[in-house]
């Protein structure tokens, strides 16, 4: 078979892309969602203790006051997000819930009513269990009924509807397929813009019926073609996948193709890069020089412990997106087709219906470790505790209205954006016209598009004695802190096939400069661990820069991406220590972090 011209396999994903969603339109505003809310419908939450379901999690993103589950006090965001993704797992989905109002359809099934038994007699912990043994087992189960699922998901495609305001509010139908062999995380969010008439001609896909992510896909192609609903599916949390998510072979152990290249590509555009558990840019151990790849690690399985052991991942890289985007481009070396081109996303995966990051608003992942005295329990099956989670994170999306097509649209398109909570705002641009000047442009936006691509676009083939320029605006959160750098990530393909990568500082706040050894001078830190303050006495707050690739080499394939570091802000477990009147050390947590933002990559194709 004719290998696949590489240069033919963009321009063919670009045209579909363009047909179907238009051309990267000059994208005006930052939308903020989190594409990552489980509910009450989710077993895992029910049994942590949320009573928040999906209608009460839209009703909160978009800024209205519910009751919070521990207190019962009226609770309310501070700042409402334009869009959210409400992901319960589609194993088992809405089941728990349902046992404790004992529905009736829940209840002719033989599981169902052995459930409502254990609920009444105070087992939740063995039903629980029982559902992480199924989960993770991949058996089925009689609850895992057709007329269940189709009762329940019909509830939850008229609630994402009747939140859904166009404009205002996007509220779009989504599930979680919660793949979890032998404790391997391959979960993928998946979301429709669909309505709920569509949305209803479906029921969520689920590990039961297949824990392979190529049958996940060949699913979302066969409903795409039976009833017109579109999808993106989502990696999400892929620090504990066990050397699985970016894998360089399929799920049957055999180098990925290209056709397994191609089916991957057609959903999944982007990937959580930054969550409640923990960050998946990169490790210490992968990326021994970057000074700032121990941010935020998250490290413990979701298997519980073996032999009283907690089982931790070894990290792979397999595991982490700027190794994954590295393994993309040595795979298109040989395939022609890059599987792991994707853009990066935050997200959260709260399981308590509550979408909230900020790490002075921030209730925890679950019921819980909800109240600040709860931090240090242990999660039931897994060996963790509250001060180990992250208060993460958010998607960016730059899109030219707050509906679910424009913003579904930004997310084919790779349009899109990650912050760890704040809302940075991030413009990145790639072209071979850029001149210094452009960073000081009144209008930044109308240079990058009119001049080169937005974050998530192609470079195809340099002039001739060019070399990229890069178009950088970083400005920060309104109500928060100032900016330390901006950095870019370039990875590359060398002349033996080898990815390679580094880190360049691009801009900077001060008249901070570089060592001999090109290490710029730390920011500083103003946290003030007593009152839980810091002060904007440093920093800038914006940052703008047309940076050139001074390592630019024309026949090398590569990527570029941006990561932007705020100055030293307190972490949320300080908050909790404070209010404890406890020594921030007692939480095993740093007391300040540097938060952050990731740009969705650029590509340049020599080919």
Known sequence: MKKP??????????????????APAMAAEPYWGDTHVHTTYSMDAFMFGTNIDPSAAYRFARGVPVIQPVTGAWIQI???LDFIVISDHAEMLGVAAGVATEESLISSTSTGRKYIQWFKEGRLGDIYADFVKVLVGGEDTDVNDDRIKKSIWSRVADAADLNNLPGKFTAFTGWEWTSNTNGANLHRVVFTPADASTA??????????????????????KIRKETGADFVAIPHNSNVSKGKMFDMADSEGRPISAEYARNRMMWEVAAEVTQIKGTSETHPAL???????????YTTLLQGRKDGVKAVARPSEADY?????KRGMEIQQRTGVNPYKVGLIGSSDTHTGLASSDEDEFYGKSVIDMLPADKEKEFPGIPTNGWEMSASGLAAVWATENTREAIFA???????????????MLRFFGGFGFNAEDASAADIASVGYARGVPMGG???????DKAPSFLVHAVRDPIGANLDRVQIIKGWVDASGKAQERIYDVAWSGNRTMDVNGKLEAVGDTVDTENVRYSNSIGSPQLSRVWVDPDFNPSETAFYYVRVLQIPTPRFSLYDAKALQIDHSETGQPASIQERAYSSPIWYNPK
């Open 5 to 22: 011209k590489l240069r033919d396999t963009l321009l063919l994903t670009t045209l579909w892309m363009g047909t179907a969603y238009g």
């Open 78 to 80: 501070r700042r409402p």
């Open 200 to 221: 209803k001609k479906f029921t969520p896909y689920s590990a039961f019926d297949s824990a392979k992510p190529e049958d996940l896909w060949k699913w979302l192609t």
């Open 287 to 297: 990326s021994p020089t970057d000074e700032f790849a121990g941010f935020e690690l």
């Open 321 to 325: 997106l700027r190794s994954a985007l």
């Open 410 to 424: 930004a997310f084919k398109r790779r349009e899109v954006y990650a912050t760890t909570g704040p809302r940075i």
């Open 458 to 464: 192609d470079l195809l083939r340099a002039p001739k």
